[in-house]
């Protein structure tokens, strides 16, 4: 038999690879009640939880398993189901596919399929499929800040001294964070040799540019004296301000500025005139402190 023909039958008789074609979605929280509340627990939030509750027809097919998600789980793993049921998934993962929505969806149902206490598989690119939003009982995040990721563990599970060590590397990595009342989406993090708040503005990025930028005008961008607006990110089609703080201020003391802040802001966004040369030269100021997180 001929080299090309011997190919030729090979090939016929090995199944195809289905090709998956990946898609971005900019925001792929929309839609959901509480977007900047996802988009924070993302991009700046190192530990915290938050209970969701699965559609009917999802816990017609599965059960009623409780389900909780994680900011990041072990070895950020996208998915883990323990003994009795409980099924974890991580808004960090290492893999993703264009549609961050789409992938925690194909992980939480991969995780519902698994048994109880099994390994989850989640393949990296999931295809076309149900989203958060089709397989989640929108509403408000119930969240729970942690200092480190005991919640991870089952009772008993840190006597393995393999485990507490793993545990105590991943907690060596946290840095405080406090999540802040007088706004929403807003977290007060201390780092080395400074502080922050960090805020997910709601509205769409024009808009909210564009009132940052009035407010830059007008020389009320800080949070008080001894303050610094450092700049913004822009993550999944929505913009987060960032505070540089005093390194040893502690996160109540900015519930009163954050609120005055607010309070500002709203203002500035209901202005419907358009920008005037000093706000268009904030403007221009301002985007050039951005950074894109992906």
């Given at each position: 038999m001929s080299k090309r023909r011997k190919n030729q039958r090979v090939g016929e008789s090995t199944p195809k690879r289905e090709k998956v074609r990946d898609v971005f979605v900019p925001r792929p929280f929309e839609g959901l009640v509480d977007e900047p509340e996802w988009i924070a627990l993302r991009e700046l939030v190192p530990a915290a939880s938050a209970p969701l509750r699965l559609t009917p027809e999802l816990i017609e097919e599965y059960g009623d398993r409780p389900v909780t998600l994680a900011t990041v789980l072990p070895m950020a793993a996208p998915a883990m189901t323990k003994p009795d049921g409980r099924v974890f998934i991580?808004?960090?993962r290492h893999q993703q596919s264009g549609d961050v929505s789409r992938d925690l969806a194909d992980a939480l149902i991969s995780?519902?399929?698994t048994e109880p206490g099994g390994q989850v598989s989640v393949?990296?690119?999931p295809?076309?499929?149900p989203r958060l939003q089709d397989i989640l009982v929108d509403g408000p995040l119930e969240i729970s800040m942690h200092d480190g990721f005991d919640f991870?563990?089952?009772p008993g599970a840190a006597d393995d001294p393999n485990v507490q060590a793993s545990l105590e590397r991943a907690n060596s990595a946290i840095y405080p964070t406090v999540k802040l009342a007088a706004a929403r989406a807003a977290y007060w993090c201390q780092v080395p040799e400074k502080a922050h708040v960090r805020m997910v503005l709601p509205e769409d990025e024009d808009a909210a540019l564009d009132a940052l930028s009035r407010l830059g005008a007008a020389g009320a961008l800080t949070l008080g004296d001894d303050t610094k607006f450092a700049g913004m990110f822009r993550a999944h089609g929505r913009l987060a301000p960032v505070w540089d703080l005093p390194e040893d201020s502690p996160a109540a003391e900015w519930e009163a500025p954050l609120a005055e802040f607010a309070k500002r802001y709203a203002e500035a966004v209901a202005e419907q005139a358009p920008l005037d040369a000093a706000g268009r030269r904030s403007r221009q100021?301002?985007?050039?402190?951005?950074?894109t997180l992906r």
């Open positions: 991580g808004l960090q995780a519902l399929r393949p990296p690119l295809g076309p499929g991870w563990l089952d100021g301002l985007l050039g402190r951005q950074l």
